[in-house]
Each structure stands twice: as C-alpha cells, then as structure tokens.
C-alpha cells in the first residue's frame, strides 16, 4: 500500500540554524499539507499546498517558514532560522484530491537547542 | 470554527472486552469526521472517516464508530479489544480554509491502554 514517507526520523540542531524537513507524498496525490505536534499538545494545521503554490496557511506558518516542491516526488519544509518552540513533530501529508482523505507521513521529530 | 473534543486522556480496557473512545463535534454545516490511530514512533495512520451515509462506519482493524447527530459524537468503537490496539488515538473534523481547500482540525487525542 503506498504510503507517505519522512526523512530525517529524528533532527536535532541549534537555535537559529536552517533546518529542512522532507517528504514524499504518495505518488499520484496532488494536495500536500505540513501539520506539526509540539509535545503533549494537539496536531495543528501549518500549510497547504497544491499547484506548485500554498494555498492555505495558519498563523503559526509566518516568515520563517517556506515549503518547496523542488521536483515531481518532493515537498519540503524550510525553517530559516530555527527557535526553541519549533521544537515539534512535524507530520507531512497528502491526498488525492482537494475534498480527499488525508494520509500522514511517520513525521520527523525536531529539536531545537 | 469547527472542532472536535477529546473528553478522555486515558482509556483503559481489560484485553477482550469492548472498547469505546469518545469524541464530541462542533461545526457549521455538515460534519467530515476521522479517526486516526498514532503508534509509538509512528506517523498518524488513519483509521475511518465519516462523509455521509449510514451512522454506523467501518474502518481498518476492526474497529467501527457510531456517528450521532443529536448528541454531536462520533465515538470510535471496537467489539473486543486487543493489547496491539494500545496507541493514541485522535478525533478530526474537516474544515475548509478560505481558499476552498481543507485542513483537519484535531483533538487533543486519547491514549487507549488494553491489558492483558
């Protein structure tokens, strides 16, 4: 069964470097979306994505932060200069189709120090 | 604003007894509604969804959940519990952003325990 997949599992780095998180959506889905859990918290919605362009963010998703789909199989989530609460899991997902069930990666975990 | 709540942060269940995890809505229009299972170290796997159509939803695993509109729930439900079936579960609605696409809006998630 496909699935969406996540790389790097687990990333740790320093406060104020750029870090890129990557994911590959199932490969005949057309919406991608970034949604991350801070520890102990809820999952919220970051970002859509669908014809090379966002097409929905939250207010979480300021400045900082940018998503790319640099080739046919890739989408990525930049963050530019990284802050202790960025610390999270990041979950990718995608779907077929705008109104279509979305399926989630395994995530990345990140931690900022 | 759509959301969903979570009543329960820990369910536990002797393994072959009946399980439920429960989740209330509150939404505008007509409720989208999922379940998804998270297991340690894992991704968000779904599990059923809601559109329309029969209150009784079938999903992967064996497990089922009741859609009730007057009491504005969608308990998630399994006949007879597994140990393996020991995950966080969370609740969703679906909620459609201004640019006409759909995010998920989550709970706060239930941590189910079966014991042997």
């Known amino acids: 069964e496909p699935e969406v997949t996540q790389t790097p599992s687990h990333q740790v780095t320093q406060m104020g470097q750029e870090v890129i998180l990557r994911c590959v959506p199932i490969?005949?889905?057309?919406?991608f979306y970034w949604y991350r859990q801070i520890l102990g918290q809820k999952v919220e919605f970051l970002v859509s994505?669908?014809?090379?362009?966002?097409?929905?963010k939250s207010e979480i998703f300021d400045d900082q932060f940018s998503v790319e789909r640099p080739d046919g199989s890739n989408f990525t989530l930049k963050i530019r200069s990284t802050k202790l609460e960025d610390s999270a899991m990041y979950f990718c997902?995608?779907?077929?189709?705008?109104?279509?069930?979305?399926?989630f990666g395994p995530g990345t975990r990140l931690l900022v120090l | 604003a759509q959301s969903v709540a979570q009543p329960e942060d820990q369910v536990n269940v002797a393994e072959g007894n009946p399980l439920t995890v429960k989740c209330t809505y509150s939404?505008?229009?007509?409720?989208?509604l999922f379940w998804y299972v998270q297991y340690p170290n894992r991704g968000l796997q779904f599990l059923l969804k809601?559109?329309?159509?029969?209150?009784l939803v079938k999903g992967s695993y064996g497990f089922e959940a009741e859609f009730n509109k007057s009491q504005t729930s969608f308990h998630l439900k399994k006949p007879s519990a597994l140990v393996s079936d020991s995950a966080l579960y969370f609740c969703a609605v679906r909620d459609m952003a201004t640019s006409g696409t759909y995010k998920y809006i989550f709970g706060t998630g239930t941590r189910l325990k079966v014991l042997a």
């Open positions: 809601y559109i329309t159509g029969d209150n």
């Open positions: 997902a995608s779907s077929l189709s705008w109104e279509g069930t979305q399926y």
């Open positions: 939404v505008s229009g007509n409720p989208y």
């Open positions: 490969s005949n889905h057309l919406y």
């Open positions: 994505f669908y014809n090379n362009e966002i097409s929905e």
